[in-house]
């Protein structure tokens, strides 16, 4: 699984971004510089304001002169020992607040003396908070004390306070003239800052030129965010500088000098074969160096590599380590991958526990799949108690921000009433959501809530549609479903063709149905061989409905050679398994000898199963048997009880055995079976299967 970095923008303003926006980071560059986030992005601080400039300890009271800008050391050896002098600084005076107190206090007295060295500490003082409240309005205030008396560090800080509204209201204006004032003393930082300006024309026409030529000064003096940024003019097609290979170029001098941004440039464009030829290798020795500076999205593509073993050997274990420590810095995509190791046990051992809360943490940042998989381990219990309350709350969070799989759980927990109260309405709502994005479940859903009117009015045009889309990715049921919606309209070529290809994929109501089509020759030619080759196979399935049929294929010698014995068979297998067809076929093979045995007896108790599930001629028969005593004691209230019952039902031949039984009847009989037959309405059994065959 390849996995995007983190945003240029975000990288620039935390090092400990959560954010992950695309798969390509010089594509994503350059699509930012194109936009509004542009100017903020040139613009970002280039450093804390200490690693910008060379600072002498505290309590050394006079600075002596300053050394000609060009003898300075480069801008990442001034980071480097300004920081280590900082920390310093800081540890030498931690508990000691009289001795913090004694170098402010030898400060004022020097910058209030108009020593600009002074003035430009005092501000730094106040600018961090070392010995005194921190105040940016104080530190811009000795900054530009010390800036009036051309102090380029300070005219730098000033500039910098102006474009960053600290301290002051902002005025990008501003800035320039002082950025302006640092760079005619040949100030490398200021000659950055100024550079950008130019190119983004912020605070001062747009003059790419001009702003090439002052990054290319600061570049060329060691800056390496200079180098980087060069990199990106360059590589920038819009830019009027566009070279890729110089690109390229700037972006390895500044990678090669610990930039981790732009080891992380490089690691892309080599695994993607951006502006370079692909070489995952290279690509992955880049994103390791950025990732060993702690650059949480080479992390994160590193792990991506060893988990795939793209420019490096497969390794599980290396890819859990990486995405954790890029978890534990806040990227919510590690955080998310990191808690599919637990959850798979993929290089870590297996924990649904610790996986859970993983996936908590990165939901908490709007990872929109980890709150599917989140709204899942509640649902089902996975590292978590079943909380439907709580799968609810982050399937919703899921579905809100788009994703298809969340709104079709989302869909489920509204149908089923977990979570939430059931409401058809709603989960027809998010079934079509989610359908819409190419969920098959969800489509299949949606084609059912349309033909039953489930949360929907009944619309079997929508619901044909639905089943369609399902049914073309392979749905089986859908297949099924379409074939039967064919029917309802008499299409019954479309419903073949549907019947056909869910009769493939082994549906055995499919197969059932195929096999009554080629019966009737409906849609299909008219083929008793090919109706049993189909009924046989849903037969073998153990449908009921097929065996009956199945039996009576082979009762009547249509499709196959007519023999009594597999008839019988078969009539007992879908008898048995509860078709009333079946049961009714073979009552009437015992009443008649028609398959070579005659039983009475047997013929009244498959009579009587199909008559309570509502079959009218076998409630006529069953009744008959009741008034002749065939196969059962005679009784001739239960005859006028079942006879009543088939009449209801417009049974021609139960009209005819009941007016012959009314006149032989008491009144008190006649009320007895009438009360029978209410009381069997009252209690409706389950609607008998339509005859078919």
Not at 150 to 162: D, I, M, N, T, W
Not at 278 to 293: H, I, L
Not at 316 to 336: D, G, H, S
Not at 365 to 382: M, P, T
């Amino acid at each position: 699984m390849a996995h995007s970095l983190a945003s240029i923008e975000t990288i620039c303003k935390s090092p400990t971004t959560n954010q992950i926006r695309s798969n390509d980071m010089v594509t994503r560059i350059f699509t930012e510089i194109r936009q509004s986030t542009w100017r903020q992005w040139l613009f970002r601080k280039v450093a804390p304001h200490s690693g910008l400039i060379l600072l002498f300890a505290l309590s050394t009271p006079v600075l002596g002169n300053i050394p000609d800008s060009t003898s300075r050391p480069s801008l990442k050896e001034l980071e480097d020992l300004s920081i280590s002098t900082d920390l310093k600084q800081i540890n030498s005076l931690h508990g000691q607040p009289s001795e913090w107190d004694k170098q402010i206090k030898s400060l004022m007295t020097a910058a209030n003396r108009g020593d600009r060295v002074a003035q430009y500490k005092l501000g730094t003082a106040y600018d961090r908070g070392f010995g005194v409240p921190t105040n940016n309005v104080e530190a811009l205030r000795w900054y530009r004390k010390a800036a009036e008396q051309s102090l380029p560090e300070a005219q730098y800080l000033v500039g910098r306070a102006y474009a960053f509204g600290d301290g002051i209201a902002k005025d990008q204006a501003a800035s320039i003239g002082w950025y302006q004032k640092a760079v005619d003393q040949n100030y490398v930082p200021a000659m950055h800052n100024l550079g950008m300006a130019y190119v983004a024309g912020l605070g001062v026409a747009t003059n790419v030129d001009e702003g090439v030529r002052l990054l290319t000064l600061s570049a060329e003096k060691g800056t390496v965010q200079s180098q980087f940024d060069l990199g990106l003019v360059c590589v920038d097609p819009t830019s009027g500088h566009y070279n890729p290979s110089e690109g390229i170029n700037w972006f390895r001098r500044a990678a090669e000098n610990d930039y981790a941004l732009a080891q992380c440039v490089l690691g892309d464009c080599y695994c993607k074969g951006k502006l370079v030829p692909k070489d995952p290798v290279e690509g992955s020795r880049w994103f390791r160096k950025a990732a060993k500076q702690g650059e949480s999205s080479a992390q994160l593509q590193l792990a991506s590599n060893y988990a795939s073993g793209e420019g490096v050997e497969k390794n599980e274990a290396e890819a859990a380590k990486w995405y954790r420590m890029a978890a534990e810095k806040e990227l919510a995509e590690a955080q998310y991958m990191y808690a599919i190791c637990l959850f798979s046990g993929k290089g870590v051992p297996k924990n649904q526990s610790e996986s859970a809360q993983w996936y908590k943490r990165a939901a908490d940042q709007n990872h929109v799949l980890a709150q599917l998989e989140l709204g899942d381990d509640y649902a089902l219990g996975r590292g978590v108690p079943v909380d439907y309350g709580e799968a609810v709350k982050w399937y919703y969070k899921s579905a809100e921000a788009g994703n298809a799989l969340a709104q079709f759980q989302l869909g489920t927990c509204c149908l089923l009433g977990l979570g939430v109260q059931t409401n058809f309405t709603l989960a027809v709502k998010w079934f079509e959501k989610a359908g819409q994005q190419g969920v098959v479940e969800a489509q299949y859903k949606c084609g059912v809530a349309y033909l039953i009117g489930e949360g929907v009015a009944k619309d079997l045009k929508v619901a044909t549609n639905w089943f369609y889309l399902a049914a073309s990715h392979g749905k089986v049921m859908a297949q099924l479903q379409l074939g039967n919606c064919h029917i309802k309209d008499k299409n019954y070529t479309e419903a073949a063709k549907w019947f056909l290809k869910a009769a493939e994929g082994g549906n055995a109501q499919a197969q059932y149905w195929l096999g009554i089509l080629y019966s009737k020759g409906l849609g299909v030619p008219q083929d008793y061989a090919e109706d049993a080759r189909w009924t046989r196979k849903a037969a073998e399935q153990g449908l009921a409905e097929a065996e009956g049929s199945m039996a009576f294929l082979y009762e009547q010698g249509k499709g196959v050679p007519q023999n009594n014995g597999e008839a019988l068979k078969w009539y007992l297998k879908g008898a048995d398994h509860g078709n009333p067809v079946a049961q009714f076929n073979l009552g009437l093979a015992y009443s008649k000898g028609s398959l070579g045995i005659t039983n009475a007896a047997e013929a009244v108790k498959w009579f009587r199963k199909a008559a309570e599930q509502g079959v009218a001629a076998a409630q006529n028969s069953l009744g008959y048997a009741y008034d002749t005593g065939n196969g059962v004691t005679p009784d001739l209230v239960e005859a006028y009880k079942w006879y009543t019952l088939a009449v209801a039902q417009n049974q021609s031949s139960a009209k005819v055995n009941l007016q012959a039984l009314v006149p032989i009847l008491t009144p008190e009989q006649i009320a007895e079976g009438k009360k029978l037959a209410a009381e069997f309405v009252s209690k409706p059994p389950k609607a008998a299967k339509p005859v078919t065959k």
